[in-house]
């Protein structure tokens, strides 16, 4: 009787009491310089909560719990609870090979490192007894494309081959597809963490180049809340939005819409375009934003923007359209470059331009024939050349039939002509004026020469107003007589007025031509250096010299071929350029 007493109070002993849970061995990691394979065996109870994220494989940043057993109560009499499915995945690094394998949750890569992920491997464990399924998946990757489909701890990506994943998809199979959902995100290079996809949506980039850099994966039961993080941006992937524009052409109305980098409008058919619709579609979920663009329009300068398929522009008013511009708005402008170019008349294709600068011409009264547009991703080089893609003609000189006529932008009308105004440097008014020493009249050549031009535009400048600058900014009359060919041009340069050295003879006769003024610096013989203005040009190649020395030394119709057969060849007389003559004229627009 002792004995059966004694059993039955151990037993109600050990009742009491109850029996400790044992753990589950945890899940074992590789090393990095190994090809893990993210095992299947049941790993102990975890708590995931968000603790941070660091620059390799990470805790999670999912608050879940996993519980592989429960205490038996002897008191409630419970049954043990079956364990919740996980899932781990190890990640192929550039110059890192494979991480450790991690669980549920966890980040797999590196963020902050520049670093491309190249391969993954995914793999579920833990089903319930009887449950069957798995995990399946494809990898984007760069000049590849989406990969088959692969599975249960293949490889998905590339290795050895210093190729970047872009993007993924994964799902669930079997059993375990009908009782939980697969959420993942992505980190990429220009986004960030994106917002979570799941069960075969796309994370990640699509047609832009840029690379994964890490990866979150978690399952959840169906009925229980997604996973969420302040971190990701709003969207799960990010693609080339599609282009489309066309052009409004004088006789043919509007054409077709063109795709990204197509022309819209004609060539080589002198026909003006006088107005263009742009928009772009297919953002994505979670992105918003568009196209803002406007028109420069013959006789009312620049329109107001519009948007999203607008007209910018004119219709049946016969005006061209002469510049255009278009910029990015929200996720457009975040992500992407907005490249676009001009089809100008008797310039052809100018440079591309972006982001709302200014493409074409205004001011020259060119019409705008064609356009191409382009979505470029942010830190992708230019489709092309941006050289000149846009001229800016407001008020100033121009060439008109061998003469040279100064515009005025507000009235539209021509209100002056170069005309040379002739000086003298043996003049009483200044002639015995003295400059380091030495008398103007027989040193002042170069000084009244320059005068003449800069007074030809418009602004009256005197010998002694040129000298009295150059005396005291340059080096007339200073360590010697006379002017240096970097006297003139400096003074040229105080009074507004552009110069260019000539290379050829040909070069001088072509800018003469235009209504161009030049000076030049002769060798006269007996050592004599002495500097004439040139004007006008004329059939047999003819030119008008005004010399200051009272026309007495060179002056009258000559050929520019006999003149620039008299250059001098000093250094001093052609220190600003290959030669002794300098053109001049009163805005950067030369030979438009």
């Known amino acids: 009787m002792r004995k059966k007493i004694l059993v039955l109070a151990s037993v109600a ?42 620059s390799e494989s990470s805790t999670s940043s999912v608050a879940k719990t996993k519980q592989t057993e429960v205490p038996a109560s002897t008191q409630n009499n419970e049954v043990p609870a079956e364990p919740e499915p996980v899932v781990r995945y190890t990640t192929q690094v550039q110059n890192k090979g494979w991480l450790p394998t991690v669980v549920d949750g966890a980040m797999s890569g590196t963020t902050g490192q520049n670093l491309r992920m190249e391969a ?16 399946a998946y494809s990898a984007h990757v760069h000049n590849v494309g989406w990969q088959s489909e692969v599975g249960n701890a293949a490889t998905a990506g590339t290795v050895g081959k210093s190729l970047q994943m872009e993007a993924i998809r994964i799902h669930l199979t079997g059993q375990l597809a009908d009782d939980y959902s697969i959420y993942y995100r992505v980190h ?38 997604a996973p969420t993080a302040a971190d990701s941006v709003a969207f799960k992937v990010l693609n080339m939005p599609t282009l489309s524009y066309q052009a409004h052409t ?10 990204a980098g197509q022309v819209a409008g004609t060539m080589g058919r002198s026909l003006q375009m006088e107005a263009m619709k742009i928009s772009a579609s297919e953002l994505g979920e979670g992105l918003t934003g568009g196209l803002s663009y406007q028109a420069h329009v013959q006789f009312k300068g620049w329109m107001p923007s519009v948007s999203e398929g607008e007209q910018a522009g004119t219709t049946g008013l016969g005006l061209r359209q002469e510049a255009f511009a278009v910029s990015g708005t929200g996720a457009i402008s975040k992500y992407f470059n907005v490249w676009y170019q001009a089809f100008v008349q008797n310039k052809g294709w100018m440079g591309w331009t972006k982001n709302g600068q200014y493409a074409g011409t205004t001011g020259l009264e060119l019409r705008l024939e064609a356009i191409r547009v382009k979505l470029v991703p942010k830190g ?47 003049d009483k008014q200044w002639s015995s004026k003295s400059y380091g020493g030495y008398k103007f009249g027989p040193t002042g050549c170069g000084q009244a020469s320059i005068a003449m031009i800069i007074s030809g535009f418009g602004t009256a400048v005197t010998p002694t107003m040129a000298a009295d600058y150059s005396y005291a900014h340059g080096t007339f009359d200073k360590g010697g007589p006379g002017s240096l060919e970097s006297d003139m041009t400096m003074v040229a340069e105080h009074f507004g007025i552009n110069w260019h050295v000539m290379g050829s003879a040909g070069e001088l006769s072509k ?31 003819y030119t008008n010299v005004s010399d200051p020395w009272n026309g007495l030394i060179f002056s009258g119709r000559h050929k520019v071929s006999e003149i620039w057969g008299k250059l001098s060849w000093l250094a001093g007389n052609r220190n600003k350029g290959a030669s002794a003559a300098v053109v001049y004229y009163g805005d950067m627009y030369i030979g438009s």
């Not at 180049?209 to 959840?220: F, G, S, T």
């Not at 004088?250 to 795709?259: E, T, V």
């Open 250 to 259: 004088k006789n043919i109305g509007w054409g077709a819409a063109q795709a």
């Open 13 to 54: 002993l050990v009742l009491g009491m109850g029996i400790p849970a044992m753990a589950a061995p945890s899940t074992t990691k590789a090393d990095s310089t190994t090809s893990p394979q993210p095992s299947g065996a049941d790993t102990s109870a975890q708590s995931h909560s968000r603790a941070g994220v660091t």
């Open 380 to 426: 992708a080089a230019a489709p092309g050349s941006t050289a000149n893609s846009f001229i800016k003609k407001t008020s100033g000189w121009r060439s008109v039939n061998g003469q040279l006529k100064y515009y005025d932008i507000e009235s539209k009308k021509y209100t002056k002509t170069f005309s040379l105004k002739y000086y003298s440097q043996l």
């Open 120 to 135: 993954i491997r995914l793999s579920v464990g833990q089903l319930p007894e009887g449950m069957t399924g798995g995990i």
């Open 511 to 541: 800018c003469l031509a235009m209504g161009y003024p030049a000076t030049v610096c002769l060798n006269v013989g007996s050592s004599v250096r002495h500097i004439v203005v040139l004007s006008g040009y004329s059939a047999g190649g």
């Open 188 to 225: 990429t290079q220009n986004i960030g963490w994106t917002a979570y996809a799941k069960d075969n949506e796309i994370a990640g980039s699509i047609g832009m180049n840029w690379r994964m850099e890490a990866i979150e994966v978690v399952l959840v039961k169906h009925g229980q809340l």
